[in-house]
């Protein structure tokens, strides 16, 4: 994956405990701290190719419906700034 040509992403999937911390929350966490980055195409940090792209990827409906709330409010910051 570092050296880009894969076409796959780094990826990570985090196991949390609903009842501790909501699904929301957790997507919101994530824009916070991507920060200015998240305004970044294939770039966190100094890490730059298309293996450094941004996602959420949800395992069902109601986590789609959560994930894209949060892009949206994410965007709403600098909406001339896609996200």
């Known amino acids: 994956v570092c050296s880009g040509t894969t ?3 780094e990826a990570i ?3 949390y405990d ?3 911390v909501d699904y929301a929350d957790l997507c919101d966490l994530l824009f916070d701290r991507l920060g200015e980055n998240r305004y970044a195409l294939n770039r966190v940090g100094n890490d730059l190719g298309t293996q450094y792209r ?3 990827y949800f395992h069902t ?4 419906t ?3 709330a949060a892009l949206d ?4 910051h600098d909406p001339d700034r896609p996200v």
């Not at 409906?61 to 789609?64: V, W, Y």
């Not at 409010?73 to 709403?76: D, E, N």
Request: aromatic letters at 0%; hydrophobic letters at 30%.
């Open 7 to 9: 076409g796959h992403t």
């Open 13 to 15: 999937q985090v196991t």
């Open 18 to 20: 609903p009842t501790l």
């Open 54 to 56: 941004h996602g959420i």
């Open 61 to 64: 409906p109601d986590q789609e």
């Open 66 to 68: 959560l994930a894209r």
């Open 73 to 76: 409010k994410a965007q709403a």
